[in-house]
């Protein structure tokens, strides 16, 4: 049988943390110009990009066309939402090869509430209150 050390193994995660870490950087690389658009806070393809009237299931991910909620998809809310995971993961990843814990850099909210509807409607929520300003008085981002 064999017996890892504990330095075996950990070698052995960071170089699966690193290798998760190429697959976000790639992500970044072949999507620079949707982020870039999501960042510039310019809102001229949001019709194309976020209305489900627009969407163009060709350009969606065939797993997420066999959802439940499929009906739900926009061109752009898949990329939102593995742009929002992706931006996290980065930043646990890097606090895990830096030796930090996640406790030092997270806050958890604890709640009552659970959300039960879809994440597009979810998303659509995000989006209505943002742009109505409802947050911080229109100062919140959405990043």
Request: charged share 20%; with cysteine; proline share 1%.
């Amino acid at each position: 049988m064999i017996h890892f050390s504990q330095i075996q193994c950990f070698e052995i995660s960071k170089k699966h943390l690193e290798c998760e870490l190429k697959k976000i950087t790639y992500f970044y690389e072949t999507h620079i110009d949707f982020i870039g658009y999501m960042n510039s806070e310019k809102t001229f393809s949001d019709e194309t990009l976020f209305l489900r009237k627009n969407a163009n299931l060709s350009a969606v991910p065939s797993y997420l066309l066999l959802r439940e909620d499929a009906d739900q998809i926009t061109n752009g809310g898949h990329l939102v939402a593995k742009l929002l995971l992706n931006t996290k993961l980065y930043k646990f990843i890097q606090n895990k090869l830096n030796g930090q814990s996640e406790n030092e850099n997270s806050k958890t909210i604890k709640s009552d509430f659970l959300w039960t509807a879809s994440k597009s409607a979810l998303i659509e929520v995000i989006y209505a209150l943002y742009y109505k300003g409802a947050i911080n008085n229109g100062s919140a981002g959405l990043a």
